[in-house]
T-cell receptor, first 112, second 114 residues
Framework: EDQVTQSPEALRLQEGESSSLNCSYT??????LFWYRQDPGKGPEFLFTLYSAGEEKEKERLKATLTKKESFLHITAPKPEDSATYLCAVQDAGGGADGLTFGKGTHLIIQP | DAGVIQSPRHEVTEMGQEVTLRCKPI?????LFWYRQTMMRGLELLIYFNNNVPIDDSGMPEDRFSAKMPNASFSTLKIQPSEPRDSAVYFC????????????FGPGTRLTVL
């Protein structure tokens, strides 16, 4: 059974204070690892897909990295508008396993 | 482009009543997914369709839940009879028919069963 564990559950940072969110996963074969952002009362918004260990992707102040067992979402010099819940999900390479298995997310608060 | 559309956005009902949630996927997307989000369990896959055919319904909690996709632009998730423990936010997502395709989520339906 696929499993995704995210840490920390919650993180409070000052504006400009860089940090990293962790996503540890167990999957028989990884088809893809996905990062989403979720704002209160809204659906998850896609950020990145990573496919293989060593891969990195960047978007503005966010950078996602992937190893064989975990992924990190690095946030550089965050701003208050980066406050949200960040969700990590995996897609298994097995046949008929097109759905995503999500972690419970990291609730990030950036204080001005 | 219009994203995934869900209705209603909020539903409050009493235990025992039938509830129907609706979803319109993004045009051209062949996959449609139904997820449920609760504080305790996070986001969980309930069922998904490919080209209107249900592929995996192993996440459907029990027989009270059913889902249909009569055509490429419409799907329903029905709960009959509803129970308080069904209270959650239900999301619909869609994706193209390629490996590792991104799933795009709708705004969700917040269901409260009293």
């Amino acid at each position: 059974e696929d499993q995704v564990t995210q840490s920390p559950e919650a993180l409070r940072l000052q504006e400009g204070e860089s940090s990293s969110l962790n996503c540890s996963y167990t999957v028989s074969g990884l088809r893809g690892l996905f990062w989403y952002r979720q704002d209160p009362g809204k659906g998850p918004e896609f950020l990145f897909t990573l496919y293989s260990a060593g891969e990195e992707k960047e978007k503005e102040r966010l950078k996602a990295t992937l190893t064989k067992k975990e992924s990190f979402l690095h946030i550089t010099a965050p701003k208050p508008e980066d406050s949200a819940t960040y969700l990590c999900a995996v897609q298994d390479a097995g046949g008929g396993a097109d759905g995503l298995t999500f972690g419970k997310g990291t609730h990030l608060i950036i204080q001005p | 482009d219009a994203g995934v559309i869900q209705s209603p956005r909020h539903e409050v009902t009493e235990m025992g009543q039938e509830v129907t949630l609706r979803c319109k996927p993004i045009s051209g997307h062949d996959y449609l997914f139904w997820y449920r989000q609760t504080m305790m369990r996070g986001l969980e896959l309930l069922i998904y369709f490919n080209n209107n055919v249900p592929i995996d319904d192993s996440g459907m909690p029990e027989d009270r839940f059913s889902a249909k996709m009569p055509n490429a632009s419409f799907s329903t998730l029905k709960i009959q009879p509803s129970e308080p423990r069904d209270s959650a936010v239900y999301f619909c997502a869609s994706s193209r028919s390629i490996p590792q395709a991104t799933q795009y989520f709708g705004p969700g339906t917040r269901l409260t069963v009293l």
